[in-house]
C-alpha cells in the first residue's frame, strides 16, 4: 500500500519519542568512564623511574622531554637516574599511550580526566613538579595488574607506587621480570636507598 | 464585526477614553484607535505565539530524536526564544557587498507582512475575530502568495548561487501549490455554501476532517508546501542549499524570516483548525483555549512528519501537485458538489452519510491514483549536453587485469546474493 | 518550448553542510541539472605517508586512526597485517578473535553513520535516524573504551595482536548489544529504508553499472550495490574471516538506495560475525612475542582489507630500518571519488547531496 513505509516511519519516531533521551548533559553529568580510559592525568611514580627515557623515545610525536642526572642516583647499584626535568607537553599529546606501554618499569601510567583546557598554551605542559605532587590515579589501560586489584581511577582510592604491581609481559622479552620486592632494594630517583619496607 | 467589536472590552474601554477626551465629533477617531488596540494584540500575541512556538518545535524535534532540545536558557529552556531575539539584536546587520541593498533589506518584511494580514479573518474563539470577511478563504488564499514574492526578492537581491536556487525553487513551488490549495478550499466552501471562515466554522456539524478528508489531505499537502515545511522544505533544504533564500541574512533580519516562518505555521494551523476541525465548537475549555490546543495538534503533527520524513526533489514535488493532488482536489470538489445538491440542508447526520460516501470513495481514489503517479527518477537524459560525461568508463572495464586478481570473475562465485 | 540559459558554476564546499568534511564540488548548473562536475579535494591533507616514513612501526598506528576517523579499528588492522606479513609473524589465535570482534564492530559503528547520514542528505531535519544510529554507536564507543581506554583514536591492534585483553565486563555489553542491535536495525530499517519518499528519492538515481564500478576501481559497499560481490574477507581472508560463516550482501541496481540498503545488511552479517567470534573465542595469550622497536628485513608487504568502506591497505616497503622506507594507503574513500562525475551529471542538485552520502567517503581518508 501506497504510504504505510510513511506511517511506519512515523510509528518510529513516535516510539522514539517515548524514549529517555540519551544524551549527557554535560557540566553537569559525565560519561562514566571506564577504569581503562586513557586520560590527561598522567600519573608518574618516582621512586620506579629509573630516567631511561623509553617514554620519550616511543612517543611519536616527541613531545616527552626527559633531562636527567646520571650523578643524582647510583646506577652501578641498579639505581636511577635522577630526573631534572619530565615535561609532557599535553597541548600537542593525542593520549595514544605508547609511552605507557614502553615503559619498562611501569613507573608512567595514563590518567584518568580530559578537561585540559587552559588559557595559555604553556600551562598545557606537566612538568616534573606536577608529575611529583599529583594524587596518584594511575588508569589501568595497560596495566592489568591494577586491573586485577580492582583500581579505579575515577571512584577508587589513590595507588600508592608499592601498590601498583609489575606485570611481566611475555611480549617485552628484554624487559627483566622484577617484581615490587625486589624494587625495595634499589636505590630511589632522589638517590637514597629505601629498603624499608 | 460591528456587534462583536462593540462587546469586546479592550475596545470599549479605548473607545470611550478616546470619546472622553477628545469629544463625541471624534467618534472616528476613538474607533480607529480602539481597532488598533485589538489589531496590535492580536498581533503581537500571536507573534509572541509564533516566538513561544520556536521552543517548542525545538525541543519536540529534539525527543523525536532523542536529544532533549534547548534546555539551558530559563526553565525547560523555556527563555529560548528570548536569548535568540537578543542574540540575532546585538549581531552585525551585515548587507552582502553586491547586495540589492533596498530590496534585500525590505524582504524580510515583506515576508511578514502576509502573517499579519491573514491574522484578520481567523476566528480565534467564539465571537472573538477581526474580520468576519465574506470572501475570507479566498482572502487567505490570495494574501499568503505574498510570502513568495518576499522569497524571489530575498534570493534576488542576496549575491548568492544558493539563494537564487531557493526563491526560484519556492516560485515554482507557489505556481503549483496555489491550485490544489485553492481547489481544498473550494471544497470547504461549498460545503459551508460560505467563504467566510466563521460561517464555515459554524456549519461543521461535524469536523470537515472527518467529512473531506481527501480534501484535509490536499490541503495540508499543499499548506505545507506553501510554508516551505518537511517534506515540501526544498526552499530552504539545509543539507542542499545551506539555508536557501536566507543564507545571506544575519542578524535581525534573518530573525524576522525565521519569526515570519515559524508563526506562519502557528497560523496555518489555525486557518486548518478553523476550515477542517471546527474552530472553536464543541469546546470543553475556554473556546480561545480549545482553539489554541487545536492549533497545538496541527503543529505537533507538523513537527512530527519534519522529524520523519526527508523532502522531495522539487520536480518530485511539482509532479505531486499537478499529477496527483491536482487531480484529487478535483474530484474531491465534484464529489462535494454533487453531494451537496443532494443534501441540500446539512446537519451532523447528513454530514455522516457524506463523510462514509467520501471516505469510500476517496481513500480508494487516493491510493489507485498514487500507483498511476510515479514519482521515480528517470535516467538523466541531459548525459547528451555535456559531451566529457560518462566517457570511457564503460570501455575502460574491458582492460580490467584478468586472471584470479579480477574481482568480477572471483567475487560472483565466492559470493551469495543477498539483501 | 526549450528556455535557453546560462549554466551556472556553483561551488558546493569546502564548506557546505553536507559535503562530509572539507570537500569541495565545483558543479556547473543548467537550471537545477547538473551539466559539469569537479571534485577538489586536498583540504584536509596531512601528510600521513609521509609522516609514516618518519616513524617508527608502532608509532604509525597512531597515525592511522587518523586516516578515515569513524572506522580507526579497520585502519589499524589494515596496518597491524601488513607489518606483520613484513615481519612474518602470526599473532595468538584469541588476538586474532578479538581483532575482528572490534574491526566487525567498527563496521557497524560505520555503516551506521553512513546509513544515519541517508536521511540526513535527504532532508529530515537533524537526520533523525542519524541521532539513533549515534545512539547505539555511542555503545559501540563505550565497548571501544573498555578495550583500548580510546574512543575514537583507538590505536588497539598492535603489531603481534592487539594491545590487551578485553576485560571482564566486555562480555556482557557485548552480548547485550548483540541483542538489542538487530532490534534497531529494524526500526532504522523501517524509518530509512521502507519510507516512499526515500524510495522515490534514492532507486534510480546516479546508477553505476557492474562493469563501471570495477573499472573505477571501487570496492566495498559500494561496488556490491552494484552486483559483484567481492569482499576481501571472502576472497583473501585475513585474521578469523575463515572461520566463520557470513554473507555478502550484494544488490543489482547499483543505485543510490542499493548503495545504502548493502550497508544496512552488511551490519547485520556483522552482528553473525561477532556472535559465532564470541562462540568461538578460547582463552589465551592475545600477543605474540615483539618488541615495540624492530627491524623488519628488507621487502615489502601489502595486505588488503574490507575496510567498511572498501578495501583498504597499506603498501610497506621496508630497507631493514626501524621506520618504513615507504607507506602507501590505498584508501577505499578516494577511489570512490573516481566516478564522482559521471555519476552526477544530468542529475539534479538534491541528487548531488545524495550519491555524495550513498559514497559514504571520508575526507581524512581521501586526502590523507
Known amino acids: 500500500m501506497y504510504g504505510a513505509g510513511i506511517l511506519r516511519g512515523l510509528g518510529v519516531t513516535l516510539r522514539n519519542l517515548a524514549r529517555r533521551p540519551f544524551t549527557i548533559q554535560y557540566p553537569e553529568e559525565r560519561v562514566p568512564q571506564h577504569p581503562r580510559f586513557r586520560g590527561q592525568e598522567f600519573t608518574w611514580y618516582e621512586q620506579r623511574c629509573t630516567g631511561c627515557a623509553s617514554c620519550a623515545k616511543y612517543c611519536p610525536l616527541g613531545i616527552i622531554r626527559i633531562v636527567t642526572d646520571p650523578d643524582g642516583g647510583n646506577e652501578q647499584d641498579g639505581g636511577s637516574y635522577k630526573v631534572d626535568v619530565f615535561d609532557i607537553d599535553q597541548a600537542r599529546c593525542m593520549y595514544c599511550g605508547l609511552c605507557v606501554e614502553a615503559c619498562p618499569y611501569d613507573a608512567l601510567h595514563m590518567g584518568s580526566g580530559f578537561e585540559a583546557a587552559t588559557l595559555r598554551r604553556e600551562d598545557l605542559v606537566i612538568n616534573v613538579d606536577m608529575l611529583k605532587a599529583r594524587e596518584k590515579r594511575p588508569s589501568t589501560w595497560f596495566r592489568p595488574q591494577l586491573e586485577r586489584a580492582k583500581a579505579d581511577p575515577h571512584h577508587g582510592d589513590p595507588v600508592e607506587w608499592r601498590e601498583a604491581g609489575r606485570e611481566p609481559f611475555p611480549w617485552h622479552p628484554k624487559r627483566p621480570a622484577q617484581t615490587p620486592e625486589e624494587m625495595d632494594h634499589r636505590a630511589s630517583a632522589d638517590g637514597s636507598y629505601r629498603s624499608e619496607r | ?419 | 518550448m526549450t528556455l535557453r540559459t546560462e549554466p551556472v558554476v556553483v561551488n558546493v564546499g569546502p564548506h557546505h553542510p553536507s559535503t562530509h568534511g572539507v570537500f569541495r564540488m565545483k558543479l556547473t548548473f543548467d537550471g537545477e541539472n547538473i551539466i559539469d562536475a569537479e571534485p577538489v579535494i586536498g583540504y584536509l591533507h596531512r601528510g600521513t605517508e609521509k609522516l609514516a616514513e618518519e616513524r617508527q612501526y608502532t608509532q604509525v598506528i597512531t597515525l592511522t586512526d587518523r586516516l578515515d576517523y569513524v572506522s580507526s579499528m579497520t585502519n589499524n588492522q589494515a596496518y597491524v597485517l601488513s607489518c606483520e606479513r613484513l615481519v612474518g609473524i602470526e599473532p595468538p589465535a584469541r588476538g586474532k578473535y578479538l581483532r575482528v570482534i572490534a574491526a566487525e564492530l567498527q563496521r557497524v559503528a560505520s555503516h551506521l553513520i553512513g546509513v544515519g547520514f541517508f536521511l540526513q542528505e535527504l532532508g529530515v531535519f537533524g537526520g533523525t535516524a542519524l541521532m539513533y544510529a549515534f545512539r547505539e554507536r555511542e555503545r559501540i564507543l563505550d565497548m571501544f573504551e573498555m578495550l583500548c581506554g580510546a574512543r575514537i583514536t583507538l590505536s588497539y591492534m598492535r603489531i603481534g595482536g592487539v594491545l590487551q585483553d578485553a576485560p571482564e565486563e566486555f562480555w556482557p555489553s557485548l552480548r547485550s548489544f548483540l541483542d538489542d542491535m538487530p532490534g534497531y536495525a529494524d526500526e532504522m530499517q523501517a524509518l530509512v529504508f521502507e519510507s516512499e519518499i526515500v524510495r522515490a528519492r534514492a532507486i534510480g538515481v546516479a546508477p553505476v553499472s557492474a562493469e563501471d564500478a570495477v573499472a573505477a576501481s571501487f570496492t566495498g559497499p559500494i561496488l556490491r550495490a552494484s552486483g559483484v560481490a567481492w569482499d576481501w574477507r571472502k576472497a583473501a581472508p585475513y585474521d578469523v574471516y575463515d572461520q566463520v560463516e557470513f554473507e555478502v550482501p550484494t544488490c543489482e541496481g547499483g543505485d543510490n538506495y542499493d548503495r545504502f540498503w548493502v550497508r544496512m545488511q552488511e551490519v547485520r552479517q556483522s552482528l553473525r560475525i561477532i556472535e559465532q567470534c564470541c562462540a568461538q573465542i578460547e582463552p589465551g595469550p592475545v600477543r605474540a612475542t615483539m618488541a615495540m622497536l624492530f627491524r623488519p628485513p628488507p621487502g615489502e608487504a601489502y595486505v588488503p582489507i574490507e575496510a567498511p568502506k572498501g578495501e583498504l591497505g597499506f603498501y610497506l616497503v621496508s630497507d631493514g630500518s626501524i621506520a618504513p622506507y615507504r607507506c602507501h594507503v590505498r584508501s577505499p574513500s578516494f577511489m570512490s571519488l573516481t566516478l564522482f562525475r559521471e555519476m552526477l551529471v544530468g542529475w539534479k542538485l538534491a541528487d548531488a547531496i545524495v550519491t555524495l552520502g550513498s559514497l559514504d567517503f571520508n575526507m581524512g581518508e581521501v586526502d590523507r
Open chain 2, 1 to 419: 464585526m460591528g456587534e462583536t467589536l462593540a462587546d469586546n472590552v479592550i475596545y470599549r474601554n479605548v473607545y470611550a477614553f478616546v470619546e472622553g477626551a477628545l469629544g463625541p465629533d471624534w467618534a472616528w477617531a476613538a474607533y480607529a484607535a480602539g481597532g488598533l488596540a485589538i489589531i496590535l494584540l492580536v498581533a503581537n500575541g500571536v507573534m509572541a505565539i509564533g516566538t513561544g512556538y520556536t521552543w517548542f518545535e525545538r525541543r519536540l524535534l529534539g525527543r523525536f530524536q532523542g536529544r532533549l532540545g534547548p534546555n539551558r536558557a530559563g526553565p525547560f529552556g523555556l527563555f529560548q526564544p528570548i536569548a535568540d531575539a537578543i542574540k540575532l539584536i546585538s549581531k552585525e546587520d551585515i548587507i552582502a557587498l553586491g547586495a540589492d541593498k533596498v530590496v534585500f533589506t525590505l524582504a524580510p518584511v515583506v515576508m511578514l507582512a502576509p502573517t499579519i494580514l491573514v491574522l484578520a479573518v481567523i476566528p480565534f474563539g467564539s465571537g472573538s475575530w477581526l474580520a468576519d470577511l465574506n470572501v475570507a478563504a479566498l482572502y487567505i488564499a490570495a494574501v499568503s502568495g505574498i510570502a513568495t514574492i518576499a522569497v524571489m526578492m530575498a534570493g534576488y537581491a542576496s549575491p548568492n548561487s544558493f539563494s537564487l536556487f531557493g526563491s526560484m525553487r519556492a516560485v515554482a513551488m507557489l505556481v503549483s501549490y496555489e491550485v490544489p490549495l485553492v481547489m481544498a478550499l473550494l471544497g470547504v466552501t461549498i460545503l459551508a455554501q460560505s467563504m467566510s471562515l466563521v460561517d464555515i466554522v459554524e456549519a461543521q456539524a461535524l469536523p470537515f476532517l472527518i467529512v473531506t478528508p481527501l480534501g484535509a489531505l490536499v490541503f495540508l499537502a499543499a499548506v505545507s508546501a506553501e510554508l516551505n515545511r518537511a517534506p515540501f522544505d526544498v526552499t530552504e533544504a539545509e543539507s542542499e542549499l545551506v539555508a536557501g533564500y536566507m543564507t545571506e541574512y544575519s542578524g535581525m533580519k534573518y530573525g524576522v524570516f525565521m519569526l515570519a516562518e515559524f508563526t506562519n505555521t502557528v497560523v496555518a494551523g489555525a486557518i486548518f483548525a478553523a476550515l477542517f476541525l471546527q474552530g472553536w465548537k464543541w469546546a470543553v475549555l475556554p473556546s480561545h483555549l480549545w482553539f489554541l490546543i487545536k492549533v497545538g495538534g496541527f503543529v505537533f503533527v507538523a513537527v512530527w512528519v519534519r522529524a520523519t520524513l526527508p523532502r522531495f526533489r522539487l520536480d518530485q514535488i511539482l509532479s505531486a501537485a499537478w499529477k496527483y493532488l491536482f487531480p484529487l482536489s478535483l474530484l474531491n470538489a465534484m464529489l462535494l458538489a454533487a453531494e451537496v445538491i443532494i443534501w441540500p440542508e446539512r446537519g451532523a447526520a447528513e454530514l455522516g452519510i457524506m463523510a462514509a460516501v467520501n471516505w469510500a470513495v476517496s481513500v480508494p481514489a487516493a491510493l489507485l491514483w498514487s500507483r498511476a503517479v510515479s514519482l521515480r527518477s528517470a535516467p538523466p537524459t541531459l548525459a547528451a549536453l555535456s559531451p566529457r560525461a560518462f566517457s570511457g568508463a564503460a570501455g575502460r572495464a574491458r582492460q580490467a587485469p584478468g586472471g584470479e586478481a579480477a574481482p568480477d570473475s572471483a567475487a560472483r562465485s565466492a559470493g551469495t546474493e543477498g539483501g
